[in-house]
């Protein structure tokens, strides 16, 4: 290894170790601290908490590559240019990119070091949360937690059917309160129009998988075409003291364990394969799958982004000295990172809704800061 790039890894290692520790724990803080104090608060046991808190560790380790990438680098250079060292450096010839290779091989060991960390580590673990989570959650929810759920058609062309728990729900008994079921219309002309409404005092499943319900003291509004206009205006209203199958294809398909929490669907649980053979899959089935596309090259786009920011660090770190040193590496780390996430986050929103394509959209946080690290480049450069 050249003598430039001990300097460089020397002033690298430890503030990249730093900035690993210092944004995990604000990560973790913003997503998991008050979540786990509110399982403490209600009773959840400490061995379980700690069990969560662990397990919820490395999906926050995959996040926190790029933002220690970006201060490793920073102060490394800032450290660099204080001591005056960058202008020997310059002085003997050596242009940026011969300095920075070190930052470039770096960036790509923890690209894919990231990569695979987020493949193999991070769906396990993510999997195991939820499930300990949502056994957490079966004794502790307030009886009067509301619940709503929203069932997608096969297809993934729309919205097939709705339901609202107002009145919660008793663990013990395994019953909701208060339930409302609002089934829609399969009819290309009627989309998004009701079919059937349904509301009843409680629901129980009776069966041994737990997907068979009985509903008890409630009514049914049937939507029904006009014998003389065809059009959709008679609503038939029916009573019932206790019903298994209601009308048009209205139901709850779900276990009453799964009608206890809806969030489960976290994407952090599947690898890059497992995601693009359930994308394989919706498309086979004509569905809309730029949901779980744009999920899947963010598994990619992520990672790369160590790379990028180990250059953005470096061009930036050359100007910290005059502006506070350390001080200013911090902080100037944590703007970038800010706003790197809005882009990033709000990219992955337009492309779930279809204003861009997903690809586009999983990869335009870091289109954008490889358009910011050449013009710092060309700057550092000069």
Known sequence: MKILDKLVLKDMVGPFINGLFM?????????????????????????????????????????????????????????????????????????????????????????????????MVVPPATTKYWDIRMEALKGILPSDHYVLHTIERADGRGVEETIYVDGGFNTKEQTLKRVTITHYSDAPSRKGQPDAVVYCERATPYDNKGMKWKYYNGYFIVYAPNAETGEYVDMIKTEFKECETLPNKASIPLTFEEALYVGNNDPNRLSFSQLRGEIVKGQARGADTRGMEVDLYGKLSLPLASLIFGIVGAALGQSTARGGGKAMGFGMAIFIAFLYWVGYHSMFVVGKNGGLPPIVASFMADIIAVIAACILILRASR
Not at 29 to 38: I, N, S
Not at 46 to 66: I, R
Not at 81 to 94: C, H, M, N, P, R
């Open 23 to 119: 944004f995990m724990t604000l990560l973790f803080a913003a997503a998991y601290l008050f979540p786990a104090t509110d399982l403490l608060v209600h009773g959840v046991a400490l061995g379980t908490v700690v069990k969560l808190v662990v397990l919820s560790l490395p999906s926050v380790v995959t996040q926190t590559f790029p933002m220690a990438m970006l201060l490793g680098s920073l102060l490394a250079f800032g450290r660099i240019s204080t001591d005056k060292e960058l202008v020997a450096i310059y002085a003997a010839g050596i242009p940026f990119p011969r300095i920075v290779r070190f930052v470039w091989i770096s960036g790509v060991l923890v690209s894919i070091v990231a990569f695979f960390w987020n493949d």
